[in-house]
């Protein structure tokens, strides 16, 4: 059903200008599976030449695009929610081989995805500018009255990342073409495949020749001179910090909105309930191997109270499976690549040559990570501050809750953070002061529900997501003066 993507030795096409084209460099990258090393396919290595063509697409699509109605926008995102649920298991055997998705989490993402197209339609029908009366103004006499309105920004360049490679570029595609912008999609090298067969889904959808456009390519030929095109009026960006930081200084005055890293601490008071802790901490810790900017990636607990919770922490690891994705009840999948384990790994060695102490885990098969717990890690320790993306979680012993605030603020990240307490007093006390987007009281740390605002701060984002943020985010208020004789 897919067969137009793929040509022979399954190598990709690109959907340009409503065609799925091959790469006039006849460069491919090879993508591999985490699980073992099998190329699953080959998408096209394209060359800068070939990013101004699909840009060039997009621009010339984007007048007419933006004069279709908002229903009849809305109308194609309905239908392409649909037929993305009618392709679940394609599309599950797709996130397993790419990105090595255990079924259960796959399946999810595609069905939150559709939800997240669904409420992105619903909710764009109701998104309104506003009238302004001069006269509310001190001291202005003036009759005069502003209609507020608001426009598409134009070209939209959507930038996802591998980890949630359906439903991160379906959260950036949606709500931009339901706001009348047209989009390039230049998935992660690895989540290409399936940012590739989303496209397709959007295009069955009925969105018209060159309103949607892919790119593929290696970051270092072609990511600096992508995001520095200046026909690119928006750039949606998820991925690391550093890269992140390193769009936000060569981009110069187009509009960000960016979901970069976090380390995402899970702050545990003494008057918590320990089983609701350690159950939401596993979770939000080791689920997918770790490998999500909102999974909890320490946990600071008060002194009194942390041989229990460790304890009980230690208990629920115990019983992770760890394996190949497509066996059932896996939760300790191989990370992305081999990279990826080094590094996690390389934050493992610090943490045990400084002396913390090795709870469970440190053990390593190739790009498999077993689910690792420290116990008492030190703020002189790489694992305290660094982001693994990986199946490892160091706890932390304070004294009280403000050295658990102390020590979360420190971080270069503010994405969110948890507490759990059965006070509310102190739930407040301690969400009012932590630096972050998001707060969970009693829950892990988490994304959604997606029409939640969704954001970080300092190097963890710049501006706000969840459904109606991110359609305000890809339109511009334009303000028209009416002049009224008296």
Known sequence: ???????????????????WCNSKSQKFIEIRSPINEEVVGRVP??????????????????????ETPINERAKILYRAADILQERIVDLSDILIREVAKDRKSAESEINRTADFIRFTADTSKSIYGESIQSDSFPGFDKKKLSVVVREPMGVVLA?????YPINLSASKIAPALVAGNTVVLKPATKGSLSGLYLAKIFQEAGIP???????????????????THPSIDFINFTGSSEIGMRISKITNMVPLLMELGGKDAAIVLEDADLDLAARNIVEGAYSYSGQRCTAVKRVLVEENIADKLVEKIKVLVENLKVGNPEEEGVSIVPLIDENAANFVWELIEDARNKGAHLILGAKREKNIIYPTLFDYVTTDMRL???????PVLPIIRVKDKDEAIRIANESQYGLQSSVFTNNLDNAFYV?????????????KTERGPDHFPFLGVKSSGIGVQGIKYSIEAM?????IVINLKK
């Not at 930038?159 to 980890?163: A, E, K, L, Y």
């Not at 305290?384 to 990986?390: K, M, N, Q, R």
């Not at 339109?475 to 303000?479: A, F, I, Q, W």
């Open 431 to 443: 969400a009012d002061k932590l630096e972050v987007g998001s707060v969970q009281i009693n829950n």
């Open 475 to 479: 339109t511009r208020r334009k303000g």
């Open 384 to 390: 305290a501050w660094e982001e693994p993306f990986g």
């Open 45 to 66: 290595a394209m060359t800068k030449e070939e990013v101004d063509e699909v840009i060039k697409v997009a621009v010339n699509a984007k007048e007419k695009w933006r």
């Open 209 to 227: 020749d060159g309103v949607l456009n892919t790119v593929t390519g290696r970051g270092s030929e072609i990511g600096d001179y992508i995001v």
């Open 159 to 163: 930038i996802s990342p591998f980890n």
């Open 1 to 19: 059903m897919f067969s137009n993507l793929v040509g022979e030795e399954r190598k990709f096409r690109n959907l340009i200008n409503g065609q």
